[in-house]
């Protein structure tokens, strides 16, 4: 059984900052042989790539709508998947989740390129 666990979303103001986490564990899984992503989901839209991360973090991707604000990382030692979000935009309220892909493909920017994701945590923007 392979968990994913998000947290760090909230309210935050336009303009604002917020870091993202995501904890993933598993008996038999081993988090440096996936990469990983965020997808995001915003009421009555569809779900929505945010960023990915290979597997030993030397590379990341970023689509045009949040590169330059937003950065994902992570420490394969904690098992732990990151997103850090500045410049924070109404638009980015959603609820952000975080993904396991096993797929060698790179990168990752497909729902069916995942594997295993978690449960979501809610970010919302105010303007």
């Known amino acids: 059984q392979v968990q994913l666990v998000e947290s760090g979303g909230g309210l935050v103001q336009a303009g604002g900052s917020l870091r993202l986490s995501c904890a993933a564990s598993?008996?038999?899984?081993?988090?440096?042989?996936?990469?990983m992503g965020w997808f995001r989901q915003a009421p009555g839209k569809e779900r929505e790539f945010v960023a990915a991360?290979?597997?030993?973090?030397?590379?990341?991707y970023l689509p045009n709508s949040v590169k330059g604000r937003f950065t994902i990382s992570r420490d394969n030692a904690k098992n732990t998947v990151y997103l850090q979000m500045n410049s924070l935009k109404p638009e980015d309220t959603a609820v952000y989740y975080c993904?396991?892909?096993?797929?060698?493909?790179?990168?990752?920017?497909?729902?069916?390129?995942?594997?295993?994701w978690g449960q979501g945590t809610q970010v919302t923007v105010s303007s």
């Open positions: 991360i290979s597997r030993t973090g030397g590379s990341t």
């Open positions: 598993g008996r038999t899984f081993t988090f440096s042989s996936y990469s």
């Open positions: 993904e396991a892909s096993y797929d060698s493909r790179w990168p990752p920017i497909q729902e069916y390129d995942y594997d295993y």
